[in-house]
């Protein structure tokens, strides 16, 4: 009898099994049979799917029938409703008569569907896009999954700001992170090297913010610059265009949008925003990489500037969670800035990391207030947190203990697991990285969210985990996609199948599927790295 390896199912489901009586004969006469409105919908995406990807058009019905059917089945189950398996889990059962799908909530209906299109995309005919006949009928084997996420933040991040992508691409990105059941994109909107949210009460934020005259040739640190210009935002009407999409998918979009640091762009389109007595300081869109010294004053002009950006932020994006960045603020401008100083004394701050405390704490009293949560990167624990905010472990480890110790919420994006900017193999092979270190799918795969140092309610502070792809060296969707898979495969399996993974002959059984999902990869079009197992 087959394993469940021979399914190249990416994530892996966390119970498979084979029933062995017969099989299930997809054809242009299969039904698809809803009970209400939202199953429709989720019905509603498969039919799409299937015409695109195979070139069928099945039919609805709301009325029960008892063979050739897809049924979607939504029921509440006596499960603790406040549990993953609750909201986002689902049952597949194939059997030669019907596919069932059934779930309490309409997210583990399209989890669900996300593996029936794996299944279907297994077939000889899908591996060869060039093929330009349809098939007459598919056949699935008869069996049984039950299956459910192991964490609730299941992330991939984009760093539109280094380099801009447009629309189309996003959409894109999207429907991949959705077919391996991801439901977070965290979105980078704004850095030193250009702004990419438009703001209709601070327009030059994109007339001048989004736009800069050349960009850094070669590693960090060099002299040598390209003199072409690199420019592009995303009107709000894009956002909620995007936002509308990533909601039928299923997936939370968390915007970032960076403070009090990587604020050149902004500081170019606004000056005052900066520190104004430092002299000789740049009100240029940045053109390198690296951590720029220009940080935003601490005055209360900038705070409302900036409550006003995040007022337009909230009204475009529904998340739960706002980014605000908080990395990497070099504090030397506040130390030298003689206003920054007065208004440190001002506000009782003792030093300059009190004085970031300040600002962040300001933000997110401000979010609250709006029944929103603030989430920033690890370095907002320096100088005190406040209640309720959470972190973004990137530098290791390590801030995500400290702040599941003080009873934060973390996800963990450690650079040395989950940045997907790394090379993948010998640099002397692989295009230009921002980073020396290797990075490849085994220890993507291999890596714990929860830290072995956390203990009892500690580790459920850990909301999950998430792929970072920042994008200084990666100017086209092709490399993008070149950069984040197979290593976002992996990831999937760690936040989705969590510990069950190590079954089915863990890494070894892993590399088996992924080998047969890559032809998945190849079909849709993926601009994947080919040889994952070569360093």
């Given at each position: 009898?087959?394993?469940?390896?021979?399914?190249?199912?990416?994530?892996?489901?966390?119970?498979?099994?084979?029933?062995?009586?017969?099989?299930?004969?997809?054809?242009?006469?299969?039904?698809?049979?809803?009970?209400?409105?939202?199953?429709?919908?989720?019905?509603?995406?498969?039919?799409?799917?299937?015409?695109?990807?195979?070139?069928?058009?099945?039919?609805?019905?709301?009325?029960?029938?008892?063979?050739?059917?897809?049924?979607?089945?939504?029921?509440?189950?006596?499960?603790?409703?406040?549990?993953?398996?609750?909201?986002?889990?689902?049952?597949?059962?194939?059997?030669?008569?019907?596919?069932?799908?059934?779930?309490?909530?309409?997210?583990?209906?399209?989890?669900?569907?996300?593996?029936?299109?794996?299944?279907?995309?297994?077939?000889?005919?899908?591996?060869?896009?060039?093929?330009?006949?349809?098939?007459?009928?598919?056949?699935?084997?008869?069996?049984?999954?039950?299956?459910?996420?192991?964490?609730?933040?299941?992330?991939?991040?984009?760093?539109?700001?280094?380099?801009?992508?447009?629309?189309?691409f996003l959409f894109r990105y999207l429907s991949l992170l959705a077919f391996h059941k991801f439901n977070t994109f965290h979105l980078h909107l704004t850095e030193d090297q250009g702004w990419r949210f438009q703001s209709l009460k601070h327009p030059n934020l994109t007339t001048i913010g989004s736009t800069r005259s050349s960009t850094l040739i070669g590693p960090g640190g060099g002299s040598t610059f390209d003199n072409v210009t690199v420019e592009g935002f995303y009107s709000q009407d894009d956002l909620r265009e995007l936002v509308s999409f990533a909601a039928t998918l299923f997936i939370n979009i968390v915007p970032e949008i960076e403070m009090p640091g990587h604020a050149q762009a902004a500081i170019a389109a606004y000056p005052e925003l900066g520190n104004t007595d430092i002299p000789d300081r740049s009100t240029t869109v940045w053109n390198a990489w690296g951590v720029n010294p220009n940080v935003f004053n601490v005055e209360q002009t900038t705070i409302q500037f900036l409550q006003d950006i995040l007022d337009e932020v909230l009204a475009i994006f529904?998340?739960?969670?706002?980014?605000?960045?908080?990395?990497?603020?070099?504090?030397?401008?506040?130390?030298?800035?003689?206003?920054?100083?007065?208004?440190?004394?001002?506000?009782?701050?003792?030093?300059?990391?009190?004085?970031?405390?300040?600002?962040?704490?300001?933000?997110?009293?401000?979010?609250?207030?709006?029944?929103?949560?603030?989430?920033?990167?690890?370095?907002?624990?320096?100088?005190?947190?406040?209640?309720?905010?959470?972190?973004?472990?990137?530098?290791?480890?390590?801030?995500?203990?400290?702040?599941?110790?003080?009873?934060?919420?973390?996800?963990?994006?450690?650079?040395?697991?989950?940045?997907?900017?790394?090379?993948?193999?010998?640099?002397?092979?692989?295009?230009?990285?921002?980073?020396?270190?290797?990075?490849?799918?085994?220890?993507?795969?291999?890596?714990?969210?929860?830290?072995?140092?956390?203990?009892?309610?500690?580790?459920?502070?850990?909301?999950?985990?998430?792929?970072?792809?920042?994008?200084?060296?990666?100017?086209?969707?092709?490399?993008?996609?070149?950069?984040?898979?197979?290593?976002?495969?992996?990831?999937?399996?760690?936040?989705?199948?969590?510990?069950?993974?190590?079954?089915?002959?863990?890494?070894?059984?892993?590399?088996?599927?992924?080998?047969?999902?890559?032809?998945?990869?190849?079909?849709?079009?993926?601009?994947?790295?080919?040889?994952?197992?070569?360093?």
């Open positions: 009898m087959r394993s469940i390896n021979s399914f190249n199912l990416v994530p892996k489901p966390v119970k498979f099994e084979l029933s062995g009586e017969g099989e299930f004969n997809l054809s242009g006469s299969t039904v698809l049979v809803y009970s209400n409105e939202e199953s429709k919908q989720v019905a509603n995406f498969l039919s799409q799917q299937i015409s695109e990807r195979i070139g069928m058009q099945l039919n609805f019905s709301d009325a029960q029938k008892e063979s050739n059917v897809i049924n979607f089945v939504l029921e509440s189950s006596a499960q603790d409703q406040s549990s993953l398996q609750y909201k986002e889990g689902y049952s597949l059962q194939i059997t030669s008569n019907s596919i069932q799908i059934k779930a309490n909530k309409p997210a583990g209906l399209f989890y669900g569907v996300q593996t029936l299109l794996q299944l279907l995309l297994s077939s000889d005919f899908l591996s060869t896009p060039t093929s330009t006949s349809q098939p007459s009928s598919l056949k699935l084997p008869s069996l049984n999954i039950l299956d459910y996420p192991r964490f609730s933040w299941r992330g991939i991040h984009l760093d539109v700001c280094r380099h801009f992508f447009p629309k189309s529904p998340s739960k969670y706002i980014h605000i960045g908080g990395d990497e603020a070099p504090k030397d401008q506040w130390k030298a800035s003689a206003l920054a100083q007065k208004r440190m004394k001002e506000l009782g701050c003792k030093d300059e990391d009190e004085l970031q405390s300040w600002f962040i704490k300001t933000m997110d009293k401000y979010l609250t207030s709006k029944g929103r949560v603030l989430i920033g990167w690890d370095e907002i624990l320096e100088g005190g947190l406040a209640e309720g905010a959470v972190v973004m472990s990137w530098r290791g480890d390590e801030g995500g203990i400290a702040a599941a110790k003080a009873k934060h919420d973390v996800v963990m994006t450690p650079g040395y697991a989950l940045y997907f900017d790394h090379y993948q193999g010998d640099p002397k092979t692989e295009p230009l990285a921002i980073r020396s270190e290797i990075l490849d799918v085994k220890q993507v795969w291999n890596y714990w969210p929860v830290p072995k140092e956390l203990v009892g309610e500690e580790k459920n502070r850990v909301l999950g985990a998430q792929g970072q792809v920042w994008t200084e060296y990666m100017k086209t969707g092709s490399h993008v996609e070149y950069m984040l898979y197979p290593r976002a495969c992996a990831l999937s399996e760690v936040v989705w199948t969590g510990e069950s993974r190590s079954e089915d002959g863990g890494y070894e059984g892993f590399s088996q599927r992924l080998e047969g999902h890559l032809q998945r990869l190849s079909t849709l079009g993926v601009n994947y790295r080919r040889d994952f197992q070569k360093h």
